[in-house]
């Protein structure tokens, strides 16, 4: 028995139904992404993608987290139907969100994550959380690249040294974070475009664009060119959004 989901996603149910009639062959999806690629939709760099693809095969987007940060700002060109520009999609970090609530009610749970991330790239370590170092918050190989997680954060600030563990995702821990429940509420499905196509849960581009309004603003310690990056991406959804999809961005405001 496995959690796919909740049973008012009309989405989800149709898809138990019909399973051995919607299974796509893999070639012919690899086809589709090269062809979206050379059309100019964005593809992650070669190590993001062959991550992602291994923790979304482990089932860590089956058990409803949430992809987060420029990877999955990557994944809105074909939602909102424009051409993202290349200098706002580089990244070095593959950021994983998840409400504690649900990583306790679903009742199941991916492998451990350093031995999906080990079976891609031996070299990942573990990194502990700065406040308890009996807490691993994240994972950094040799080359830098770093898999974090994130939780929100709605409760006192004493939280952000208190980071929860999540068993829905084999036990690790997550840093709390102010505003993350409003990025990552009734998030989307899209497409990385990597192999055959990986399917993950995103924040809706509207909160996606939003949410990089709200920390940029309160980015005073980090470096211009961070928040010039959280602006210009913010930019490129409102700006895409504004004349088909005015009220998602209303409501979100609101």
């Known amino acids: ?12 149910s149709s898809r138990i139904q019909n ?24 593809q992650p760099p070669a190590p993001v993608g062959k991550l ?6 482990a089932g860590i987007f089956r058990l409803r987290a949430c992809l987060v940060g420029t990877s999955a700002f990557q994944t809105y060109s074909g939602v909102l139907g424009v051409m993202l520009p290349s200098q706002h999609l580089q990244t070095g970090d593959i950021d994983i969100a998840q409400f504690l609530s649900v990583a306790i009610e679903v009742e199941d749970s991916v492998p451990e994550i350093p031995d999906i991330l080990n079976e891609v790239d031996s070299s990942f370590r573990s ?30 600030d004493d939280y952000q040294a208190e980071p929860p563990i ?6 690790v821990a997550a840093q709390p974070l102010r505003f993350l ?3 990552i509420r009734d998030p989307i499905r899209s497409v990385l475009l990597y192999g055959g196509g990986v399917l993950v849960n995103v924040p809706a ?31 490129v959804i409102i700006e895409a959004m504004a004349e088909h999809r005015q ?8």
């Open 1 to 12: 028995m496995k959690y796919v989901g909740p049973d008012s996603d009309q989405e989800i």
């Open 19 to 42: 399973f051995q009639s919607i299974k796509s062959d893999f070639n012919d999806r690899r086809k589709v992404v090269r062809a979206l690629v050379a059309a100019g939709l964005p």
């Open 52 to 57: 992602i693809d291994a923790l979304a095969r």
């Open 127 to 156: 990194v502990s959380h700065m406040m308890d170092g009996r807490k691993i918050i994240a994972f950094q190989n040799n080359s830098g690249l770093r898999v974090e997680f994130l939780t929100p954060n709605r409760g006192s």
């Open 166 to 171: 999540l068993p829905a995702l084999g036990g």
């Open 181 to 183: 429940d409003f990025l």
């Open 205 to 235: 581009p509207e909160r996606y664009a939003l949410h990089k309004l709200i920390v940029a603003t309160r980015r005073r310690s980090e470096s211009a060119a961070k928040i010039e990056k959280d602006l210009a991406q913010a930019g």
């Open 247 to 254: 009220y998602d961005l209303y409501d979100a405001w609101n």
